[in-house]
Nanobody, 137 residues
Framework: QVKVVESGGGSVLSGGSLRLSCKISGYTYSSYIVAWFRQAPGKEREGVASIGSPRVGDETRTTYVDSVKGRFTISADSPKGMIYLDMENLNPDDTAMYYC??????????????????????????WGQGTQVTVTS
């Protein structure tokens, strides 16, 4: 059974930084794609960043939504089953519940990444409960 657990959220001032962590256990597929999504009150869930590889431990491909490019970095520590989202220069618009989602890197999801985009939330099977990020000015 695949389990996804996020941690690292909190409250910071504008311009501050946070690191979100996503621990994935029980995952036995050879390929993967993991994405961070966020959802603010009254807004739709938005893909923020994704990282994928055709084989665990091989070279990865990352993609970001335009609003976080240059500020957020997604990375993977495959042996530990960990995915990180390093967030810098945070602003109040980044305030949201952040979710980690994982699934196999299918041809469809790979095409999203090849275009520099993030697959939609509906394409991901395994989800965590979320971690809250609040940025105040």
């Amino acid at each position: 059974q695949v389990k996804v657990v996020e941690s690292g959220g909190g409250s910071v001032l504008s311009g501050g930084s946070l690191r979100l962590s996503c621990k994935i256990s029980g995952y036995t597929y050879s390929s993967y794609i993991v994405a961070w999504f966020r959802q603010a009150p009254g807004k739709e869930r938005e893909g923020v960043a994704s990282i994928g590889s055709p084989r665990v431990g091989d070279e990865t491909r990352t993609t970001y939504v335009d609003s976080v490019k240059g500020r957020f970095t997604i990375s993977a520590d495959s042996p530990k089953g960990m995915i990180y989202l390093d967030m810098e220069n945070l602003n109040p618009d980044d305030t949201a519940m952040y979710y980690c989602a994982a699934d196999r890197l299918t041809i469809g999801k790979d095409r999203y990444q090849a275009r520099g985009t993030i697959p939609p939330a509906s394409d991901f099977e395994f989800w965590g409960q979320g971690t809250q990020v609040t940025v105040t000015s």
